[in-house]
Nanobody
Framework: EVQLLEPGGGSVQAGGSLRLSCAPS????????MGWFRQTPGQERERVAS??????ARITDSVKDRFTISRNNAKNFYLEMNSLKPEDTAMYYC?????????????????????WGQGTQVTVSS
């Protein structure tokens, strides 16, 4: 059973930066798709970015000039968010699913992920 530990989040003023981290545990194979989603009240969970164990990554067009997804050799993965805007305010979730790289690239829907972190609030004030 994969567990995702998701510290981080917080409050920042517009234009600031935050780094979210996610630490998967309970999984040893190198075929894991890891994603970041965000959700605001009354809205569906939206994929922000995803990265596969092989390093291939996708960023949603609306944030690709400000957000970066990465992973380290310890299999933790990160979402670096710069030039934050008030509209980035949301609950952010990390997610994971064992998959091929091709599946990961096309895994836009939250239903395509099996494991979820507890979520962390990001608040951007104007």
């Amino acid at each position: 059973e994969v567990q995702l530990l998701e510290p981080g989040g917080g409050s920042v003023q517009a234009g600031g930066s935050l780094r979210l981290s996610c630490a998967p545990s309970g999984y040893t194979a190198n075929m894991l798709c890891m994603g970041w989603f965000r959700q605001t009240p009354g809205q569906e969970r939206e994929r922000v970015a995803s990265i596969h164990s092989d390093g291939s990554a996708r960023i949603t067009d609306s944030v690709k000039d400000r957000f970066t997804i990465s992973r380290n050799n310890a299999k933790n993965f990160y979402l670096e968010m710069n030039s934050l805007k008030p509209e980035d305010t949301a609950m952010y979730y990390c997610a994971a699913v064992p998959s091929t790289p091709r599946y990961c690239v096309n895994a836009y829907n939250h239903e395509q992920y099996r494991y979820w972190g507890q979520g962390t609030q990001v608040t951007v004030s104007s």
